[in-house]
């Protein structure tokens, strides 16, 4: 476990409830002693196998033994004092491989708890550079072996006479990912399915007034057709809005699945304590006065949170305003909406309870409706990565929406989207795209990498579809959730009329799809049922002047064409023929066609006629629109047929040697600061990424030696980690020992004149690389985002030309070869003119390289290799700087 995560995080288990995770200290040698003492016979002979300690000294793998040992401890997220509910450790043995141990309270068994240890084990054994966990099972203990088969990761086993040696690798596959994904939908469909699936429904704080928020909410559910039992609860009426009222919820005849609330926020903590006695695991606050007020609200959110936590309560909110189920069974509304959009298959989740109401006005159009609605609020317990699991398994869902107006944990949204987006398309509106501006930065990857950047990367990444506006987003959900995914870009524009057809050709063009030339002979059997000055080319014109049953055979023809994958049928009214006629013509047309979308824009005065959304066939009213759409959802169905990838782990990478740099280090900067030059190179070193001969030199003296001793053309440069050739600090084409020493007292002169004499105390006497291209790899650590990778065009001019790209890490093989060749100057590396081809897969593996030192030592804040020279044979480094935190 990182230093990032030392105070713990809260997991789910499998049942629904929930662990604090951290790592083990040394004052936990009394609870997990007592842990110890709960354990049956059978399991305190597992742990005398498995640490190798005598049960009377339980305790002592709670001992601190830093670099040789680590362990990790689950304690209920209650809080409750000196319990721990199971540890897993590791203690090193031999080279990489480590002996784990690992055990739970009885009561925690078959929730995942032991599986959750072990991968958080392995994580922070990675991090160690451990390359293998092990350990001697008894032959007949199939819980534990069970255990380790079930995480994903790689697996070996020596059976002897008696015992299992069991053994596994740390590194995470593509098995661990999904395993572990499998374990986080099973604990959100526990959570999140009482809120979106009740049986009955309290509305705590029920009023009569249908202008109150408790009269509202309570008029909305039993409006709704819920065929559940309603609870009013109110201690000051009997009966409200027709409905027998309860005084609180102990007195409601049974305990109802949802408890909704809308009391004053100070009341709203016993009314969840209560709940929780009731055995009421679903509590919805739509409550304000939280943490969004500050200072008191923040105090009682997190009062309410933990007795939510005390009491095993999940709660969405508080300050949010609710939810729904569009059914058809259940069907209720639990929100302040008082439009129920009718069943459909999208699933709403949006971070602002104002503009999810707009939203949902939206989604009651004819073509959509919706299979849930959820406004988090505050999302003080429950948050969007919760709802993303739920609906990804949900069979009732196929399209999941969302509007976020940040992205909480987004590494773990990554994770989700990532596998989610490839059988259900995730669209999102993320609002902020604009006025944060660049922070001040001082390497180029920062002020490059500035921004929206990581959100964009995460989207990519992820496969999620972006929506500029709310409008987009239900544009492209009424077209997925309406028409088939195309196959690829390829579009037919049909228009009965030139201008607008040739404004949804730009369109397409602009929104990255294709409007190619049609057939021969397409465009001859076109021509022979269309009036002679019809267009066949594409967009084809069937002018103004041709019939319904033109149009309708001229849409069967393009739809029947091998070259087009999607159709755009334009129509404008004309004298000649009636809207419907053409509508009937376009329906029958598109029955006939199940896998390529057919997505209509009538430019009329008024609606587009009704058959069209009876036969599920999106009608646009501005062609910009419906080509943003198709573009939108090629892009995903492109990238859902792309190659997964796998993240590569390259030979000859050294984490415990790199991790004991980054210790020495900051141990002597407290806090972190920027690595010297020869610590950065022993950084780079230790994962095997190649660097320019050097040496290290204070003097003039020293300067001519090292020259004399790298022979040929040397570079000689200042070695702090500063933009040297923005200060004088560069001097190429060294090539006798006599220059170098004169290289070194020149700029040490020209520094002093400008006031930078401190910057020149080392210098670094460096092979001069002559050949290949210069090339950028980067690293900024975002807050929220992580590590995020940049490669590009490198050099001096890598901010002004700005040809770079950028990914969130773990980098996969996909990510490394599409961030490569989205460059403008990626034909530079595979041979221009008459250039020779260079070294791309070795500049690749770099990549790869820089992306696990960075997964490895989240301590680098800041890192720029810049320039990196590919070259035909081999990729190396010429310069490097890395900033570290503490």
Not at 39 to 51: H, M, V
Not at 709 to 736: C, N, P, Q, R, Y
Not at 871 to 880: E, F, K, L, S
Request: charged share 20%.
């Amino acid at each position: 476990m990182t230093a990032a995560n030392e105070a713990g995080s809260e997991e789910t288990l499998r049942d629904g409830r929930i662990v604090m995770v951290r790592p083990l200290r040394s004052d936990d040698v009394a609870r997990v002693e007592a842990l110890w003492r709960r354990l049956d016979a059978r399991d305190r002979r597992r742990f005398t196998n498995l640490a190798h300690l005598p049960g009377e000294r339980a305790g002592d793998v709670a001992l601190p033994r830093p670099g040789h040992a680590a362990g990790i401890v689950a304690t209920a997220a209650d809080g409750s004092a000196g319990y721990v509910a199971g540890v897993a450790r590791y203690e090193r043995t031999a080279g990489d491989t480590a002996r784990f141990l690992v055990f739970v309270d009885a009561a925690w068994r078959r929730a995942g708890l032991g599986t959750l240890l072990l991968r958080r084990l392995a994580e922070a054994a990675r991090h160690a550079g451990v390359r293998r966990l092990a350990g001697d099972v008894p032959k007949g203990d199939a819980a534990i072996l069970g255990l380790l088969e079930e995480l994903g990761l790689e697996y070996t086993e020596n059976i002897t006479a008696a015992t299992v040696h069991a053994s596994f690798a740390v590194q995470e596959t593509d098995a661990y990912l999904d395993a572990l994904l499998a374990d986080q939908r099973t604990a959100a469909r526990v959570a999140v399915g009482p809120f979106l699936c009740p049986r009955s429904i309290a509305m705590v704080g029920a009023r009569e007034e249908p202008d109150s928020i408790g009269g509202l909410l309570l008029a909305n559910l039993l409006a709704s057709g819920f065929t559940g039992p309603v609870y009013p609860v109110n201690p000051r009426h009997q009966v409200i809005q027709g409905t027998t009222a309860y005084p609180d919820l102990a007195s409601c005849p049974e305990p109802p699945d949802l408890a909704v609330v809308a009391v004053p926020a100070p009341a709203v903590a016993g009314v969840v304590e209560q709940a929780g006695a009731l055995d009421v695991r679903a509590v919805c606050v739509i409550s304000a006065g939280f943490a969004e007020i500050g200072g008191p609200g923040r105090e009682l959110q997190d009062e309410v949170l933990r007795r939510a936590r005390a009491a095993g309560v999940r709660l969405i909110g508080p300050n949010c305003m609710g939810l729904l189920s569009g059914g058809p069974e259940p069907r209720f509304n639990a929100s302040f909406s008082q439009v129920l959009p009718p069943p459909g298959r999208l699933a709403f989740v949006t971070q602002s309870g104002g503009l999810g109401l707009a939203a949902l006005t939206l989604l009651a159009g004819p073509s959509l409706g919706v299979s849930g609605f959820v406004s988090v609020g505050n999302t003080a317990d429950l948050a969007p990565n919760d709802l993303l699991l739920y609906w990804d398994s949900d069979p009732g869902t196929d399209v999941v929406l969302a509007y976020l107006e940040s992205v909480p944990d987004p590494r773990q949204f990554a994770r989700i989207a990532r596998r989610t987006s490839r059988h259900k398309p995730v669209v999102v509106v993320k609002s902020g795209r604009t006025g944060a501006g660049r922070r001040a930065a001082s390497s180029h990857t920062a002020a490059l990498a500035a921004g929206e950047t990581a959100v964009e990367a995460l989207f990519h990444q992820a496969g999620v579809i972006r929506a500029g506006t709310l409008k987009e987003m239900f544009d492209v959900a009424a077209v997925l959730s309406d028409q088939p995914v195309p196959a690829g870009r390829r579009v037919a524009v049909l228009t009965n009329g030139g201008g607008p057809g040739i404004l949804v050709a730009d369109a397409c063009e602009e929104a990255g799809l294709l409007v190619p030339e049609l057939s021969d002979d397409i465009q001859a059997a076109l021509r022979n049922g269309l009036p002679a000055q019809a267009s066949a080319k594409n967009p084809v014109d069937v002018v103004a002047s041709a019939t319904a049953g033109q149009y309708g055979r001229a849409l069967r023809l393009l739809g029947a064409a091998e070259e087009i994958d999607a159709i755009i049928a334009v129509y404008i009214p004309p004298f000649v023929n009636a809207d419907e006629d053409v509508a009937r013509e376009i329906t029958a047309a598109a029955a006939a066609l199940p896998a390529k979308p057919v997505i209509t824009v009538f430019m009329t005065p008024g609606p587009a006629p009704a058959i069209l959304s009876d036969a599920r066939i999106p009608a646009f009213t501005y062609p910009e629109e419906a080509a943003v759409a198709l573009g939108q959802i090629a892009r995903w169905a492109e990238w859902r047929t792309r190659p997964a990838g796998h993240v590569v782990t390259p030979p000859g990478i050294d984490p415990g040697r790199g991790r004991a740099v980054v210790g020495t280090i900051l141990a002597g900067q407290a806090g972190g600061g920027w690595a010297s030059a020869e610590a950065a190179g022993d950084l780079l070193a230790a994962y095997g990424i190649p660097a320019a001969r050097s040496r290290l030199v204070r003097t003039p003296a020293q300067a001519a030696a090292a020259q004399a001793e790298l022979g040929g053309t040397v570079t000689v440069k200042i070695a702090a980690a500063i933009h040297k050739s923005d200060v004088g600090g560069v001097v190429l084409g060294i090539s006798t020992p006599q220059a170098a020493a004169h290289a070194v007292t020149a700029i040490r002169a020209a520094l002093a004149e400008t006031g930078l004499a401190g910057q020149a105390g080392e210098f670094l006497i460096q092979e001069q690389i002559r050949e290949g291209v210069e090339m950028i790899v980067g690293v900024t650590h975002d807050p929220a985002f992580g590590p995020l990778v940049l490669a590009g065009l490198g050099g001096t001019t890598v901010e002004v030309l700005g040809d770079v790209t950028v990914r969130i890490t773990p980098l996969s093989d996909t990510d490394v070869d599409e961030m490569l060749r989205s460059l403008r100057s990626y034909r530079l590396l595979t041979g221009y003119r008459q250039s020779p081809p260079l070294d791309v897969a070795a500049f690749a593996e770099l990549l790869h390289r820089v992306s696990a030192m960075v997964e490895d030592v989240p301590e680098i804040a800041e890192l720029d290799l810049n320039p990196v020279f590919v070259r035909p044979h081999g990729a190396v480094v010429a310069d490097v700087r890395i900033r570290l935190t503490g």
